[in-house]
């Protein structure tokens, strides 16, 4: 296989990126991205810098930047917070029943807007302590945070769900994806997502002894203001802000429903284009009617993840350009068939996102992949491959190398032996990217999901 020096340029750019964003996370390797995009290009491909500045997803930063800040108003004041607190008073103090309120009130909210991120860092220091009163591992406590988290972070209205659905937006002509096909697909893989990681994570937790500890616990009960005291009343503030995320959900998904698309004046589809342009509409009026303070929001958005991903997305599109996207397609299609592609998508990505970013750094790289894959293999569902990406990268973020597994450890109570912990979360974070694999080819390889 003939590879030429620009493809490896570009490789061997990538591989850089992708091993300083394992060992070292002082370094951000979205700009780092960008700067060896450049040089790429300029050196090896004959692509000026302004032409390569041109391929800086504006569209995707603007989603982010509208959805992020929406939310970052949300927590800023206070609203999230009491959302979360009356969600988990809703259990009644079962001790049984905590687990599995945890896993849907983490799925309800991470779906709605929040995302996988900013869920487990407001559920961490409330549950990791009740978790050791009620004398449940925290090693338990973490699948069930982190694992309904991800699960769910794959909503289209959700910052990964954000940045799958700009990625595949690109890739839509290239995939022969219509567009009734692409208003649909967040969901499907948001759906595949749900249900492959909550088989694994959810299962998980009561092979491990969640099931025994539920069994133990039945009838006992805890006294909710020790670790969920009633918040004070919603404020007139923060009542608006949770009717401006109640229309962000609704006017996201009225205008994909059926028939919608004929009753609506042409304008207002204009306006609710995506899930961006709505968060601005309404985070404008948020900031008219003084919801929250916005120069504090500003600083709570994850600016270093949305240029993150936005740098990685430069250097991928310098790569395909370079023919590096090509020689990956080859590599990865000369042991694969439309089968087994699924497993060993699902193997790569765990091994990488173990060490490495799974939405900033695994799923912008490994997305571009499969309209090429699904030509040198021969077939293949394109679907199930960008589910295997997304389920393969997210499975293994209980690692305490990753964001979700270190904020948990952060936050277990001081009676626990926290170097146990890390290095239970570390063996069940690793085991994940084969445990993924075999999901991943069961799932979207023999069942086509």
Same mark, same amino acid.
Request: glycine fraction near 12%.
């Given at each position: ?188 893989? $948001? ?11 959810? +299962? *998980? /937790?009561? %092979?491990?002894? !969640?099931? =025994? ?56 589809? $204009? ?11 309404? +985070? *404008? /009026?948020? %900031?008219?009617? !003084?919801? =929250? ?73 490994? %997305? ?78 023999? %069942?086509?999901?």
């Amino acid at each position: 296989m003939g590879i030429s020096t620009a493809a490896w340029a570009s490789l061997i750019a990538l591989t850089i990126v992708v091993v300083i964003s394992c060992v070292n996370e002082d370094l951000h390797v979205g700009f780092l991205s960008i700067g060896f995009a450049i040089i790429v290009g300029g050196v090896f491909s004959g692509i000026s810098g302004a032409k390569i500045l041109t391929f800086f997803p504006v569209g995707l930063f603007m989603i982010l930047a509208g959805v992020t800040f929406l939310f970052a108003m949300a927590q800023e004041n206070g609203t999230m917070e009491k959302l979360t607190t009356h969600a988990i008073r809703l259990c009644k103090g079962n001790n049984a029943l905590i687990p599995i309120a945890v896993y849907i009130i983490s799925t309800i909210l991470t779906m709605i807007g929040p995302g996988n991120i900013a869920i487990p860092a407001l559920l961490a220091p409330v549950l990791m302590p009740v978790a050791a009163r009620l004398k449940l591992s925290a090693f338990l406590m973490t699948l069930i945070i982190v694992g309904s988290a991800n699960g769910a972070g794959m909503s289209p209205i959700a910052p990964t769900g954000i940045i799958i659905n700009g990625l595949l937006a690109k890739m839509s002509t290239a995939l022969g994806f219509s567009d009734a096909i692409m208003q649909n697909i967040g969901w499907k893989v $948001f759906f595949n997502s749900f249900i492959a990681q909550g088989f694994v994570n959810f +299962g *998980g /937790f009561l %092979l491990m002894g !969640g099931f =025994a500890w539920m069994k133990d616990q039945r009838g006992k009960t805890v006294n909710l203001e020790e670790f969920a005291p009633k918040p004070e009343p919603f404020s007139k503030k923060q009542l608006g802000t949770i009717a401006m995320i109640v229309l962000l959900v609704i006017l996201v998904i009225v205008p994909g429903l059926p028939g919608m698309k004929a009753l609506l004046p042409k304008g207002v589809l $204009f306006m609710l284009a995506n899930v961006g342009t709505v968060a601005f509409i309404l +985070g *404008g /009026f948020m %900031l008219l009617f !003084g919801m =929250a303070d916005s120069k504090k929001a500003i600083k709570l958005m994850p600016w270093g993840v949305i240029m993150m991903v936005c740098g990685v997305t430069v250097l991928i599109e310098v790569m395909d350009k370079a023919g590096g996207l090509n020689a990956m397609v080859k590599m990865i299609g000369s042991i694969s068939n439309p089968a087994s592609v699924n497993a060993w998508l699902g193997l790569f990505t765990g091994i990488i996102s173990a060490y490495s970013s799974s939405s900033g750094v695994v799923v912008p790289m490994f %997305l571009p992949l499969v309209p090429g894959l699904i030509q040198e293999i021969g077939g293949g569902n394109p679907i199930a491959m960008i589910s295997t990406i997304v389920v393969g990268s997210h499975l293994v973020d209980t690692s305490p190398l990753s964001t979700l597994g270190a904020i948990c450890i952060a936050c277990a109570d001081d009676s626990e032996d926290k170097s146990k912990l890390f290095r239970k979360l570390l063996i069940w974070g690793l085991s994940m990217s084969v445990v993924g694999a075999g999901i991943c080819y069961i799932f979207f390889g023999l %069942l086509n999901m």
